[in-house]
């Protein structure tokens, strides 16, 4: 409602997870459009992979566009391909229409497929599949073309010329499923803490100008509009540098 007063076109690309009935849809919470999944990947069958919950092989995963089931089950084939189509088109209308836009692109990836688990837990297109029968896939997979998604935005991102004036935020909601174990990835050394250890709570993003390291004469990595003395956005405060921009 707070970007809709100010005159942003809204779109999510992605998973929802916040309720699959029609009226908690993102259509229907403030977004102009939809393009994705209600659920994570273990939320459904897919072809050739039925859930150990789905008993009757009826509960298959669908994909939405607006408030319509488009397909049902989802092909995973190329789902990433069509995400990332449909992020760059929302861009490139938006930028033609010169509307200011907030873009929303909660992944799929790497969400690993339902129990039970089979040869192969995670999921990839054919594109990126290193398997014999994609959509079945590696975890490295998965992360690669999570990737490759993320570029083809920010590619758009440069090709529509928004690049300087888009503020782009990569998070995580979490770490892998350990239970899951190699379907999910790894923790490696970390304790699911280090950003509450090293960085600093406030620090939100770079609103531009970004640099991969700190220098001498650049102890930040964030600069407002070339001044080196403004690290503020909408009184955000930038922090100081702490290894992340």
Partial sequence: AYLKEKDYATSIVG??????????LPTNQG????????????????????????????IWLPL??????????????????????????????SVEASKSFFLYVPFSHVHQLCAPQQASC???????SSRKNPPNATFEDAVEEMDWIAGEILSQLESSNVVEETLVIFTSDNGPWLAEKSCSGSKGPFEGKWLQDNVDLECTACPHDYIPSPTADRPRRCVLQGKED????????????????
Wanted: glycine residues 10%; proline residues 2%.
């Fill in 15 to 24: 998973k929802w997870h916040l309720g699959h009935q029609e009226e908690y």
């Fill in 31 to 58: 977004f102009d459009e939809w393009y994705g999944i209600p659920y994570h990947m273990s939320g459904g069958s897919i072809d050739d992979h039925l859930c150990g919950f789905d008993t009757n092989s009826t």
């Fill in 64 to 93: 939405f566009e607006g408030t319509k089931i488009v397909q049902q089950p989802v092909d995973l084939t190329d789902l990433a391909q069509r995400y990332a189509k449909k992020a760059r088109q929302f861009i490139e209308k």
């Fill in 122 to 128: 995670q999921w990839a297109s054919n594109q990126f």
């Fill in 230 to 245: 403004l690290y503020q956005i909408d009184g955000i405060h930038c922090g100081e540098d702490v290894g992340l921009g």
